[in-house]
């Protein structure tokens, strides 16, 4: 196959590594789950019942992926920067309509990941019923591990914490997730034909919060491995 000819040369697959290869993972794209653990539906005003609701979901461009340990410009137009810890779903195979019992084919393995997110935006936005995109689509806002290779196993419990500088802020447990790793997959791709390389941000518990220039965020989820990022000046 001869590659096309670009009017200029196109941005770079964004990607990242992974534990014990040498190979890096392509990223397709980014899904995240909104409101996936009860304590944080209540922080943010808005409670979840699951016997009438279903979960939904928002993107984040593959654009926006920065790996963990960079810093990161505080970023343009917001005064509530806020960190969100969330274990990452690594998709390795594609799937489409997957039955929750099959769920686990699909799966390559996770990673640790910070949802970056313009609190003021994305609540201004939900008020006013617009798009959440100035709020969570934040160029160098979708923070990620080194993929860890986990084939075919569905994680359903394990301990996440979140500090910034030093200090506790998020600590909860996977097993407390309202939709887990089956029904995410399975109600998703009724949506989506998931692809290899497809990251799906599962959720963040309670204790989200803000960040200033010259924050240190560490994040870490038993059973998978860790996160930092470093929030710098503004542009
Ligand atoms: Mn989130």
Same mark, same amino acid.
């Given at each position: 196959m001869t590659n096309p000819d670009y009017l200029w040369t196109p941005s770079p697959v964004a990607s990242l590594p992974v534990r014990g290869q040498t190979e890096r993972l392509p990223i397709h794209r980014i899904f995240c789950v909104g409101r996936n653990y009860h304590a944080h539906a209540i922080e943010m005003g808005r409670p979840v019942d699951k016997s009438v609701e279903r979960a939904f979901y928002f993107t984040k461009s593959p654009q926006t992926l920065v790996s963990s340990g960079a810093t990161v410009p505080y970023p343009p137009e917001t005064k509530d920067y806020h960190y969100e810890m969330e274990l990452v779903l690594v998709v390795g195979k594609p799937g489409f309509r997957v039955p929750a019992e099959r769920a686990h084919e699909v799966i390559y393995g996770y990673a640790c990941g910070l949802d970056m997110t313009r609190r003021d935006l994305q609540?201004?936005?939900?008020?006013?019923?617009?798009?959440?995109?100035? &709020?969570?689509? *934040?160029?160098? /806002?979708?923070?990620?591990?080194?993929?860890?290779?986990?084939? +075919?196993?569905? $994680?359903?419990?394990?301990?996440?914490?979140?500090?910034?500088?030093?200090?506790?802020?998020?600590?909860?447990?996977?097993?407390?997730?309202?939709?887990?790793?089956?029904?995410?997959?399975?109600?998703?791709?009724?949506?989506?034909?998931?692809?290899? &390389?497809?990251? *799906?941000?599962? /959720?963040?518990?309670?204790?989200?919060?803000?960040?200033?220039? +010259?924050?240190? $965020?560490?994040?870490?989820?038993?059973?998978?491995?860790?996160?930092v990022l470093h929030v710098g000046a503004p542009e």
């Open positions: 609540l201004v936005a939900r008020e006013k019923g617009r798009p959440w995109d100035l &709020g969570k689509d *934040i160029e160098q /806002g979708s923070v990620c591990s080194e993929v860890v290779p986990m084939e +075919g196993v569905v $994680i359903e419990r394990g301990e996440l914490v979140l500090e910034v500088n030093g200090q506790t802020r998020q600590q909860s447990d996977l097993s407390k997730l309202i939709w887990n790793i089956r029904e995410i997959i399975a109600d998703l791709s009724l949506f989506y034909h998931l692809q290899p &390389g497809d990251l *799906i941000y599962t /959720g963040t518990p309670e204790g989200v919060g803000a960040v200033l220039p +010259g924050d240190r $965020i560490d994040g870490r989820i038993e059973g998978v491995g860790d996160i």
